[in-house]
């Protein structure tokens, strides 16, 4: 099909997307398992199936067929069984299964309440480790007993509910193992009030590494440590030393040396994390990144040693790209990029013999597929295309990069034109600003870009200072200046794309962001009326408010703007868009779930309230049964009425005057 064929993305176009992910290669190098995903309008729901496909190349082919939502496939060490989790049987949260490489019917090996995560192998594939929440409420059996009050919950942690799960401090997740013949329950290996995560076998199966924050400040600080506990269970016993937060933990080759992802600092949140490796007796770790000037922990994968122990893989963010990396274990050996380019990597994998690699990656204009490579990034291969079809039909706008320098920082900036221009018109501009604050834009194929692109719109982003990927200088700058240098680098950037593109109509400028980037977009409104229209999601709007009410805010707020609230109450005052209400001009479209716990709804709440009774112009707009990743991860058609509604909203401030 022509470019001139090609039609405009519109917000259906999620539905008819396969969103690949997990990508791992069998122990062989000879296949990868991958989850493929689609978005169901007509269930209101995702719909997730592993798919495998051969290295040697050929057409990909769907493993396995549950009604809903096959994930996290998982290759036994002998490449002849494949693990995974399903929500395959009715009113069950996701179970462990195995299934032939061959074909055939899966065995369910867990039947427990609250779901299995994170399943891993044993190295001689007679069991599967997993982690799964132990505890919570149990609704009653009858009838008359669910017509009774619940019972009151009883808090006595800071870190009682977190945003996708609701309350958790009943309800704490811990590391079990089973067999994976079926043979037998699963066996509980840790205990107690506390979070254990990414359990990771040793290369003899005899101990499992494990994350957790068992120390006494664990309510005050983001610290946790890596543990080791017997594969039969008995009394865990720490590694590290609680100097910041470890974590993701991997055994070297020879079982003596585990690498793992952190940092040695306290409720830091703009440092890079590293790459180390310590002792499994423990002892002082030794840092292998501490002259990359990039963070190493984007993606939540462990890093990967080499099967001679010389190397160790990992990911980071760099100016806009997610790139692979290898560093040598001993130290002496500098940073090395394996997989790079103008893309994303979104997931990884290595072959038994660490001689391939599999990824997934995607760009701006094509949604994430799988690759092979060599352990060093040679003969790099593209394996899947199940996009393909749907590309050729639809134009999709690639970003033009442009960068400028504002106080001392290089900063960079995206122009994507919109679908259909032409040299005789000018079109209306959509600046979007991120969320984090340490997070980046960048090279990765992005729905709501293509779908404001195929609507008509400029659409301009930026990597302000607080993103990641340009340096722990740049990503620190933002603490303690939000709406400060953050909001005058997005500002500029504006201006530069304003001198560069005399496509773009300057009368006609929205502005949207979610999260952090609700607040920059809550916070410029309050600051400067060049904007038409503007769009604040999930935001924090009252820095106060946040502080006490969302799950990591009592952390995280006082990290951000260095400080509690009751030692400075003017510096939350200060950086909080509701006390620049009254001076909005700009129409505004506050966006907002219920069930967000982590901006929670009373922050839109207080900036509705605030501008409706200064008599401004404002819509509100509440998602039921939604949280804080409704843009992401919510319900097909609450995403699809998001995106309607945006379209509207701006289309009424921003179209060409009649």
Not at 287 to 316: E, K
Not at 321 to 334: C, E, F, I, K, N
Not at 465 to 486: H, K, L, M, N
Not at 604 to 629: G, I, M, S, T, Y
């Amino acid at each position: 099909m022509t470019e001139a064929a090609r039609r405009a993305m519109t917000p259906e176009d999620i539905t008819r997307i396969t969103w690949v992910s997990d990508p791992q290669i069998s122990p062989d190098g000879a296949r990868v398992a991958f989850v493929a995903t689609t978005l169901s309008e007509e269930k209101d729901e995702y719909l997730s199936r592993i798919w495998v496909v051969d290295t040697a190349g050929g057409a990909p082919r769907r493993f396995t067929a549950g009604p809903k939502r096959d994930t996290e496939p998982r290759w036994s060490p002998d490449g002849s069984r494949l693990a995974f989790v399903s929500d395959r049987e009715a009113k069950k949260k996701g179970q462990l299964y195995v299934l032939r490489a061959d074909g055939g019917e899966p065995v369910r090996l867990t039947d427990l309440k609250n779901g299995v995560t994170n399943p891993v192998w044993s190295p001689d594939g007679a069991r599967l480790c997993f982690v799964s929440r132990v505890g919570g409420w149990e609704d009653p059996e009858s009838e008359e007993e669910k017509q009774k009050s619940r019972p009151a919950r009883v808090i006595t942690t800071l870190k009682y509910k977190y945003n996708g799960e609701g309350f958790t401090y009943d309800r704490r997740p811990h590391v079990f193992a089973v067999a994976a013949d079926g043979d037998g329950p699963p066996t509980q290996l840790t205990d107690g009030d506390w979070v254990d995560a990414d359990p990771s076998w040793s290369p003899d199966g005899r101990l499992i590494a494990f994350t957790s924050a068992r120390h006494e400040d664990r309510d005050h600080d983001d610290a946790s440590d890596i543990w080791l506990v017997g594969a039969e269970g008995g009394e865990p016993w720490r590694v590290t030393d609680t100097a910041g937060p470890a974590g993701l933990a991997s055994f070297a080759p020879d079982g003596r040396t585990l690498a793992y992802l952190g940092r040695r600092h306290l409720n830091a949140f703009g440092r890079n994390a590293r790459v180390f490796t310590i002792s499994v007796e423990g002892g002082a770790p030794a840092c292998l990144t501490s002259a990359f000037d990039r963070s190493c922990a984007p993606l939540g994968v462990r890093p990967l040693w080499s099967p001679d122990g010389r190397w160790i893989i990992f990911a980071a963010e760099d100016q806009g790209a997610l790139s692979l990396y290898r560093v040598g274990a001993s130290g002496d050996a500098p940073t090395q990029r394996v997989v790079g380019g103008e893309r994303v990597v979104t997931g990884f994998s290595a072959a038994r013999d660490g001689n391939r690699l599999a990824f997934a990656a995607t760009d701006p204009v094509t949604p994430a597929e799988v690759f092979v490579a060599g352990a060093d990034g040679a003969a790099e291969r593209q394996l899947t295309d199940l996009n393909g079809p749907w590309r050729e039909e639809v134009a999709l706008s690639r970003p033009e990069r442009f960068r400028y320098t504002r106080a001392g920082f290089e900063v960079d900036g995206w122009v994507m034109r919109p679908f259909g221009l032409g040299s005789e018109t000018r079109r209306p501009l959509l600046l979007n600003v991120h969320g984090g604050p340490h997070a980046q834009y960048g090279h990765a194929f992005f729905d709501e870009f293509q779908v404001y692109a195929g609507a008509g719109y400029v659409v301009l982003y930026t990597n302000p200072r607080g993103s990641q990927g340009y340096g722990e200088a740049f990503t620190c700058a933002v603490v303690r200046d939000w709406g400060g240098g953050d909001y005058a680098d997005v500002m500029a950037g504006l201006d530069e794309a304003l001198r560069r593109c005399d496509f773009i109509d300057a009368d006609r400028l929205g502005l949207i962001g979610g999260s952090y980037g609700g607040f920059l977009t809550s916070w410029i409104v309050g600051h400067t009326d060049r904007f038409k229209a503007a769009c604040s999601e999930r935001a924090v709007n009252d820095q106060w408010g946040m502080f006490g009410t969302s799950d990591i805010g009592h952390l995280f707020n006082m990290v951000e703007l260095g400080v509690l609230p009751w030692e400075d109450p003017s510096e939350y005052l200060d950086r909080s868009p509701v006390s620049y209400a009254k001076h909005v001009t700009t129409p505004l479209l506050i966006i907002h779930s219920e069930d967000d716990l982590r901006c929670p709804m009373g922050q839109a709440e207080q900036f509705f309230v605030a501008l409706k009774k200064l008599r401004k112009e404002v819509l509100f707009l509440r998602f039921p049964d939604e949280n804080h990743e409704l843009s992401r991860s919510g319900k097909p058609r609450h995403r699809l009425a998001r995106f309607r509604h945006i379209l509207d909203w701006f289309a009424k401030y921003l179209s060409p005057p009649a």
